[in-house]
């Protein structure tokens, strides 16, 4: 077995375990996605998750955060963490959805990669939970861990990552392998103690 056939294997047990992964994020359309993703940056989601229902509460729509006041997005945020680049963020990327891209989400990586504070990661999450569209793989914390430990990849660069996993898993793998990988990593491949005990991938797992 090869390392391409290892790896698909490992990701064939782990879709079977992992059957209903996707995104952790409380969100109902695809700009509330995009806000969340961007308040998860060095947050966990389950803080964003306790950000985000009062957040949408006070701004309904993309209008209302393009008009926001800065002070008042920052204090609603303030708990996600580095708040104040995340307020200009939101409120400029808000701003160019209204102004580029008639209020609505665009739906394709190019023209993610254009608003304010969105890399590939949070384009990726967006694209897949969002519209269902697979155009790479969102390379987070877990993802980063996991594709060392099981040998996707020998890069602590994300992007690189992020290349090596599309080459070796066809599309069809590409929308949920992120959350496939993450809630693996939570639940057992954790970073400082991982249950290699109870991995049902232990056996194809290149850790030492």
């Not at 926001?68 to 959805?97: C, V």
Request: hydrophobic share 35%; glycine share 4%.
């Amino acid at each position: 077995m090869n390392d391409s056939e290892r790896a698909i294997k490992i990701i064939k047990i782990l879709s079977k375990e992992y059957s209903k992964s996707k995104t952790a994020l409380f969100y109902k359309n695809p700009f509330q996605l995009l806000i969340a993703t961007i308040l998860s940056a060095q947050c966990t989601d389950s803080k964003v998750n306790e950000i985000t229902p009062g957040l949408f509460k006070k701004y309904k729509d993309v209008h209302d955060f393009s008009v926001a006041r800065k002070k008042e997005l920052e204090k609603k945020i303030h708990s996600s963490g580095f708040y104040r680049n995340k307020t200009k963020n939101i409120i400029a990327s808000s701003k160019m959805i209204v102004r580029e891209f008639d209020g609505e989400v665009p739906d394709n990586m190019d023209s993610l990669l254009k608003l304010p504070g969105v890399a590939r990661k949070t384009a990726n999450i967006v694209l897949s939970s969002g519209f269902q569209k697979a155009e790479g793989v969102a390379v987070d914390t877990h993802v980063k861990r996991l594709s060392l430990r099981l040998g996707f990849s020998s890069s602590s660069n994300p992007d690189k990552i992020e290349r090596d996993l599309m080459s070796i898993f066809p599309m069809s793998y590409w929308l949920k392998l992120n959350y496939i990988l993450v809630n693996h990593g939570r639940e057992v491949c954790k970073a400082r103690n991982p249950l290699c005990f109870k991995c049902i991938v232990s056996g194809l797992c290149k850790r030492k």
